[in-house]
C-alpha cells in the first residue's frame, strides 16, 4: 500500500520553537507565562495558540520534549493522512476548552494538553481500526503513558493543569472515534 | 501602584507586601530562636538580587525592604512567641497568598514568587554560622522550599 507520508517536521519545529522559547526566557530573565491561557479572558485568549511554546522550568520542559518528538512523529508516521487533522485538534481544540471551561483563574502553560490528545488519539485508535500495527502500537504508548495518564487528568496536585490534561485526553478520544471509520489512513 | 497590583483589594495588597517578611519570619524562627542579623543579612542580599533580577519592580521590593528591622519588630510582636504556634499561623498566611497570585499577572507574579524564594534560600543559608556556611539546618529545610506556596501559573 502507497503511504501518503511518513514524516512531517511539525513535532520537531514545535519542540524547537519550545526550547527556543525557553532559551529566551533563562537568557533574557523575562517570564513569558502571560502568553499561556488565562480562561475566559482576553489576554489569555494568545495562549491558545502559544501556550504549548511556553515552559516554567527545565523540568517542565524536559517533562513534555520527549513526548511530543515521540507521539507526534508516531502520529504522522503511522497515521500521515489524518496527522494534520488530529495534531490541530489535539493543539488548538484542547487549548480553546481550557479557555472556556477551566475554572481556575490562573495561566496554564505547557504542551502536555497536546501529548495527553495524541496518547488519547493513538491508544484509542489503534483499539478501534484492530488492524495489527495500530494495535501494537496502541498497546505500547498505553504501557509507556499510561500510568501517568490516569494520574494527570485527576485534579491532585493544584500546581498541575489537569485540565489541559483532562481536555486533550477528550480531544483524542473524539478524534479518534470520529476518524475511527477513514478508510485510509496512512 | 505597579499597575498587576491594582485590582488587588486592601487585605491582599498588604499580604503580598507582608509576604517577604512572613517568609522571613518563618524560616529565621524556624530553628526557635530568631535572629535579627540572619534576617536582614538574607533580606539584604535576596533585594540585590531583586534588583538586577527585575529593574521593573526594584522600587517594589526596596520599598519592602526600607526600614526592615522595625517592620519586622512590629510583626514580631503580633506572632505567638511559641514556635510550633507562630510557626502554623504563619503558614496559613502564607498559603492565602495562592489565590492572590493566582490573579496578578505572571510578569510580576512569577518574579514575585521568586523574590520569596530566594529571601528563603539566603535566610535559610545566612543561619548557618562560620563552620557550617550555607548549610541549611534541619528546622529550615522543611520550610525552605516554600511548599504552602504554588509557583504562579499552572504546568501543563
Not at chain 1, 12 to 36: P, R
Not at chain 1, 42 to 65: D, K
Request: net charge positive.
Amino acid at each position: 500500500m502507497h503511504r501518503h507520508s511518513g514524516y512531517s517536521p511539525l513535532p520537531f519545529q514545535l519542540v524547537f520553537l519550545m526550547w527556543a522559547v525557553f532559551y529566551i526566557q533563562v537568557k533574557f530573565s523575562v517570564d513569558l507565562a502571560f502568553l499561556g491561557i488565562k480562561p475566559r479572558t482576553p489576554e489569555g485568549l494568545p495562549g491558545i495558540l502559544f501556550a504549548p511554546m511556553i515552559h516554567g522550568s527545565l523540568q517542565h520542559i524536559l517533562g513534555n520534549t520527549a513526548p511530543v518528538l515521540f507521539l507526534g512523529s508516531a502520529l504522522y508516521f503511522f497515521y500521515g493522512r489524518i496527522g494534520n487533522t488530529v495534531f490541530f485538534r489535539c493543539y488548538l481544540i484542547t487549548n480553546l476548552l481550557v479557555w472556556l471551561l477551566s475554572p481556575r483563574a490562573s495561566y496554564h502553560i505547557g504542551a502536555s494538553g497536546l501529548v495527553y490528545g495524541l496518547s488519547a488519539f493513538m491508544i484509542l485508535f489503534g483499539l478501534l481500526r484492530k488492524e495489527l500495527v495500530p494495535l501494537i502500537l496502541s498497546i505500547f504508548i498505553f504501557l509507556l503513558y499510561g500510568g501517568v495518564f490516569f494520574y494527570g487528568v485527576l485534579p491532585i496536585d493544584p500546581r498541575v493543569s489537569w485540565e489541559s490534561h483532562l481536555f486533550g485526553a477528550l480531544v483524542g478520544v473524539v478524534s479518534a472515534i470520529s476518524l475511527r471509520k477513514k478508510k485510509r489512513v496512512m | 501602584m505597579i499597575k498587576e497590583l491594582v485590582d488587588l483589594s486592601k487585605d491582599e495588597l498588604e499580604l503580598v507586601v507582608k509576604g517577604p517578611l512572613l517568609v522571613g519570619l518563618l524560616i529565621a524562627g524556624a530553628d526557635g530562636n530568631i535572629d535579627q542579623r540572619e534576617m536582614r543579612q538574607g533580606l539584604e542580599l535576596a533585594q540585590n538580587q531583586w534588583a538586577k533580577a527585575s529593574r521593573e519592580y526594584a522600587a517594589f521590593y526596596r520599598a519592602i525592604a526600607e526600614d526592615l528591622e522595625e517592620k519586622f519588630n512590629i510583626l514580631l510582636q503580633q506572632y505567638p512567641r511559641d514556635t510550633r504556634k507562630r510557626q502554623k499561623v504563619v503558614v496559613s498566611e502564607l498559603e492565602k497568598l495562592n489565590p492572590v497570585l493566582k490573579k496578578i499577572d505572571p510578569r510580576f507574579a512569577r518574579p514575585y514568587h521568586k523574590c520569596l524564594l530566594s529571601v528563603s534560600r539566603k535566610i535559610a543559608e545566612s543561619s548557618g554560622g562560620f563552620l557550617a556556611k550555607n548549610k541549611v539546618g534541619p528546622e529550615e529545610a522543611a520550610w525552605v522550599n516554600l511548599p504552602m506556596i504554588s509557583e504562579p501559573g499552572l504546568h501543563a
